[in-house]
């Protein structure tokens, strides 16, 4: 019963964009956003301000503690108690979020907009079979019976391409790995077919070619579904091979913001070129120059393409 | 569930002797041999082939009155176990979403629902309302709710902090589906557990209040009431309060070892979650299966 009223409600949204001008319709517009902590009586956030198109990326890079998580948590209306937006706005698909009642949250979540975390076990019910948590999402989002969710389950397995989505549907989240957790933990988030995803630290519990592997899916559903993705991480290398657009916060300030390209190459905050000769410095790149000697490498070509398969 | 806590011997023996007890509420007054209420010429005969237990001082059966206050033992503890259930658990739930206004007044309610004493407190009430097995019980099922309330509160705030309750409002499920989907489960094991003792109390408060004359009119037998006239003519029929503290021991004793069995099932479902059930045990087939079904 949600799906129509969603779907009109959306178009209607899109129809009438937010930003004056021509242009691709902003489905999540960000402006000077500011959180305050109530107990320490401080301010985390002091004004973040992004926008999201459909197909567009954005990454937010920082250490822990610079207010990343905060700000996928304001959008998703998910802020922890003693937390509260102090200021600025968030506008998803052309509303502001500020005037929401928890019904009309409720609504907008999962089919709108929708979210996926480090630590996938956890977000996900130890004691129900993966399957059935993901057809769940498309019963209550979409009102699908049973079957039909099933079915629909399924072909998401098989869409963040799990090799056996049959066997996986019936197992449960201890039964599989970190990788193969992520990839369940993605087709339960886009299963309403949201078009927004924040993908708060994805892939920081992964491994290097996990991960690699959860970012190509991630730009796989952008582009074959348009999803518009928040992409927050401490890494630098994520950010450089999904986004299209940089945001780097230090203690709750965005201290450079720009294309990727433009942020990673020509830094101009001290703090971004920190992180980028960090990575020089710490980066598996410069062992492998000052180290290995050239006959090596093909011996370590070889073992990555084990890994692969 | 049901299979698991009856594949134990606890469970087995716990729910057979209810279920005999269950069967004595329903057929005691068809089995009885005489009227509980009639009197013969003999009191305080002792066992022969006529009257299995012997006579009391008024020269009833004794055997057809234990059969007959059956009855009234079985039902008055059942409904307290079960208006506590009510009155317990759904404010045990709904204290956790309900927002701190909902959430203090609902605790101090139960600490001072504590405080109170149940039997005197029951006594006050059938003096107050009439003297009646349903009123007694009634205000005792209140007086008892707070354990259910307390055991509903915590297992929904150990869930209902976790990530996938809240993965749940972030893919955006309303809070009435994560109660039911995820909250529910972790709540029922130990509001089992809560129900199987608590009809076991509910069985010493009934003995209790019977045994005082409370809730039931004198002529009407009951096992608390045969308790009571017995000892009255202990030193003539000293074997007499045999018969009826047994059956309530029993009774107590079998809501126990379920709530025993319960626990240790329920226990066993979250090791077993952990622990025991590998990826090669389902391959390999053997017993485990009986635990992913108990579960759905």
């Given at each position: 019963m949600t799906t129509v009223s969603e779907d009109s409600a959306r178009r209607g949204a899109v129809s009438e964009?937010?930003?004056?001008?021509?242009g691709p319709p902003v489905v999540l517009a960000v402006r000077d956003l500011r959180v305050h902590d109530r107990v320490s009586d401080?301010?985390?956030?002091?004004g973040i301000s992004f926008e999201l198109t459909p197909g567009k990326v954005v990454g937010i890079v920082g250490e822990?503690?610079?207010?990343k998580t905060l700000t996928c948590r304001a959008a998703l209306g998910?802020?922890?108690?003693?937390?509260?937006?102090?200021?600025g706005s968030i506008t998803i698909t052309g509303h502001?979020?500020?005037?929401?009642?928890p019904a009309q949250w409720t609504e907008l979540r999962g089919s709108t907009i929708s979210a996926v975390f480090q630590d996938p076990a956890s977000y996900?019910?130890?004691?129900?079979r993966v399957g059935a948590q993901i057809a769940e999402v498309v019963r209550v989002?979409?009102?699908?019976?049973r079957r039909v969710a099933r079915r629909r389950a399924l072909d998401l397995l098989a869409a963040v391409q799990l090799r056996n989505p049959a066997l996986v549907y019936e197992q449960?989240?201890?039964?599989?790995s970190g990788g193969m957790l992520q990839r369940v933990l993605i087709a339960a988030a886009v299963a309403a077919e949201p078009t927004v995803l924040i993908a708060d630290?994805?892939?920081?519990?992964?491994?290097v070619i996990v991960q690699a592997e959860i970012l190509d899916l991630l730009a796989d559903l952008r582009d074959r579904a348009g999803l518009a993705l928040l992409v927050v991480s401490h890494d630098l290398a994520v950010v450089a091979q999904i986004c299209d657009e940089v945001l780097v916060m230090r203690r709750g300030d965005v201290v450079e913001h720009g294309s990727t390209a433009e942020v990673l190459r020509?830094?101009?905050h001290e703090y971004t070129r920190l992180l980028i000769a960090e990575h020089e410095q710490y980066g598996l790149e410069a062992y492998l120059d000052a180290?290995?000697?050239?006959?090596q490498e093909p011996n370590h070509a070889r073992q990555e393409s084990n890994h692969a398969h | 569930m049901v299979r698991r806590v009856l594949a134990r011997p606890a469970g087995r023996l716990g729910a057979g002797i209810l279920i005999l007890i269950a069967l004595l509420a329903i057929l005691g007054p068809v089995l009885?041999?005489?009227?509980?209420?009639g009197s013969t010429?003999?009191?305080?005969?002792?066992?022969?082939?006529?009257h299995w237990l012997g006579t009391d001082y008024l020269g009833r059966d004794v055997f057809s009155r234990l059969l007959h206050g059956s009855r009234e033992s079985v039902v008055g503890s059942v409904e307290v176990a079960l208006v506590a259930l009510v009155v317990g658990v759904i404010p045990g739930l709904l204290s956790v979403y309900l927002g701190r206004v909902f959430e203090w007044t609902a605790l101090r309610l139960a600490d001072t629902l504590i405080a109170l004493p149940f039997l005197v407190f029951a006594v006050a009430v059938t003096a107050l309302l009439g003297n009646g097995i349903t009123q007694a019980m009634l205000t005792v099922g209140v007086l008892v709710s707070p354990l259910f309330f307390r055991v509903a509160r915590a297992a929904t705030l150990t869930v209902a902090r976790s990530q996938y309750v809240e993965y749940g409002l972030i893919s955006g499920a309303s809070i009435g589906w994560i109660i039911r989907r995820h909250v529910w489960a972790k709540v029922l094991p130990p509001i089992a557990v809560a129900l199987a003792q608590t009809i076991g109390v509910g069985f010493i408060i009934v003995s209790s209040l019977t045994f005082l004359g409370?809730?039931?009119?004198?002529?009407a037998p009951t096992w608390g009431g045969l308790l009571a006239s017995d000892l009255n003519y202990l030193n003539f029929q000293?074997?007499?309060?045999?018969a009826p503290a047994a059956l309530i021991m029993a009774t107590v004793w079998a809501c126990n070892l379920l709530a025993d069995a319960i626990r240790d099932v329920s226990g066993q479902a979250g090791r077993a979650l952990t622990?025991?059930?590998?990826?090669?045990a389902r391959r390999a087939g053997?017993?485990?299966?009986v635990l992913a079904k108990g579960r759905s």
């Open positions: 964009p937010v930003a004056p001008g021509s401080r301010e985390i956030v002091h822990s503690g610079s207010g998910i802020l922890p108690e003693h937390f509260v937006v102090s200021g502001d979020v500020a005037g929401l009642t996900l019910n130890p004691s129900i989002k979409q009102g699908f019976s449960y989240t201890y039964e599989l630290e994805a892939t920081t519990s992964l491994d020509r830094p101009r180290t290995t000697p050239q006959h | 009885a041999p005489h009227d509980p209420l010429p003999d009191p305080l005969v002792g066992i022969s082939g006529q409370i809730g039931v009119q004198p002529p000293p074997f007499a309060p045999i622990n025991t059930r590998r990826l090669g053997g017993s485990q299966p």
